[in-house]
């Protein structure tokens, strides 16, 4: 039986070292070693591996008992009962053409089990991406809220002053309501995710998941070979299950030929009285020998012609999943390209809202600030910030499914 080995994505451009967090790489090993799907096509993958002992027989041995309830005579005497044994024989070639097709079938099956756990990784690299994301705009709603407090003092001390109206100061704090609202909103988000993470680990849904604290987009991408599509478990799994169509036309070739039978009859004969002759009473023993041949072999031509067919479907259904990853590829690719364009420009528009917030500070301490800037800017700067994550979230999603496509 082939090993069932583990696959690993190479993550070394994104991986880093972090205290006090899970490791994304160990929790995919975690996920791939629990996971109840994995487990399932790990299952089916022995249970069909099994059948080659079940095909590697010949057919029942045929036993027979008969009396004679009047009893033939014969030269040497009567005949009482008769005991026979036959066993039939495949053509030559047709056990080992069954353990042949049986063994192609758990090679298509074996293909379950690689992109199922490929699809796994991908799904726990992308969940942890979420939680990343929905962490990493935590942090930023509390520290606005932190700087929305700030300008809330100020505010205060300007309206004791008479530089600002009270107005003012009720608009800082509306805003800091619908910041904290925001951030118990991702709150519950986050623990919706983080069910769906363990359930992927398949572990208790309570157990924190520590992400790590923050990403930055590498500043080059690693190449990427397209040529490696071609061979992606999705495609070498139609490639598998060409090959048992062939498998299952060469033993529907072995089926059709004729099955020949080996057998013996042992008659018991009784000895003739009042007689002396030198076979008086012997008994018969008769090898036999008999040729099954299949006359009407409809059934054979058509299993043929339904192959034929089968093989023409696989060929049309693995050049569409063809198609469709070629297009995945291609979306990824440029979607990656479009979140390392973004978080460029959301850097340097975050740049310039710092710029903005310290000359409104510096205004503040000539006695001139205008709070309906401050909250614009405010404004602004968060949502430049959430851009950025989203940026971020998005490079890393898009370069799992590069790396679900073509490593």
Same mark, same amino acid.
């Given at each position: ?19 006090? %967090? ?53 030269? @040497? ?23 042949? #097709? ?9 293909? *379950? ?14 969940? #942890? ?23 809330? @003092? ?13 107005? *003012? ?46 990403? @930055? ?126 978080? %460029? ?7 310039? %809202? ?9 205004? #503040?301490?000539?006695? @001139? ?39």
């Amino acid at each position: 039986m082939k090993s069932i080995k583990t696959i690993f994505f190479l993550f070394p451009f994104f991986l880093s070292p972090f205290a006090n %967090a899970q490791q994304l790489e160990m929790l995919i090993n975690e996920a791939l070693a629990n996971n109840p799907e994995i487990q399932k096509f790990e299952i089916q993958y022995k249970r069909v591996s099994e059948k080659v002992n079940e095909v590697n027989t010949f057919p029942n041995t045929e036993f027979g008992v008969g009396y004679f309830v009047s009893e033939p005579e014969t030269r @040497t005497g009567s005949q009482r009962f008769k005991v026979s044994a036959k066993q039939m024989i495949p053509w030559f070639g047709t056990i080992s053409s069954r353990e042949d #097709y049986i063994s192609a079938l758990a090679d298509t099956k074996y293909q *379950d089990i690689v992109i199922a756990k490929r699809k796994l990784m991908a799904s726990v690299s992308q969940s #942890y991406y979420d939680l990343y994301a929905n962490q990493a705009k935590q942090l930023v709603l509390s520290d606005n809220i932190k700087l929305l407090e700030t300008y809330e @003092t100020m505010a205060l001390t300007s309206v004791e002053v008479g530089k600002a109206s009270a107005v *003012d100061v009720l608009r800082l704090q509306m805003r800091q309501n619908d910041l904290q609202q925001l951030k118990d909103v991702l709150q519950q988000q986050f623990l919706t995710e983080q069910i769906n993470f363990n359930n992927l680990l398949n572990r208790d849904n309570t157990i924190e998941v520590s992400v790590i604290d923050s990403l @930055t987009i590498p500043t080059e991408d690693f190449e990427i070979n397209t040529e490696n599509l071609s061979v992606h478990p999705e495609l070498v799994k139609f490639d598998k299950l060409y090959h048992s169509v062939e498998k299952s036309e060469l033993l529907n070739q072995k089926e059709s030929s004729p099955m020949i039978g080996f057998g013996l009859d042992y008659i018991n004969v009784s000895e003739r009285p009042d007689m002396n002759f030198a076979d008086n009473g012997k008994d018969i023993v008769m090898p036999m020998i008999s040729v099954s041949i299949p006359i009407f072999n409809k059934k054979y031509k058509s299993q043929t012609k339904q192959n034929e067919l089968e093989q023409q479907e696989i060929t049309a259904q693995k050049q569409e999943r063809l198609n469709t990853l070629e297009t995945l590829l291609s979306k990824a690719i440029n979607e990656r390209i479009s979140a390392r364009i973004s978080y %460029a420009t959301q850097t340097k528009n975050l740049k310039q %809202a710092k710029d903005a917030e310290e000359i409104l500070i510096k205004s #503040y301490e000539t006695g @001139t600030i205008d709070f309906n800037d401050v909250l614009d800017i405010q404004e602004l700067q968060l949502k430049f910030q959430i851009n950025q994550i989203e940026s971020i979230k998005s490079y890393f999603i898009q370069t799992t499914i590069i790396n679900y496509l073509i490593q």
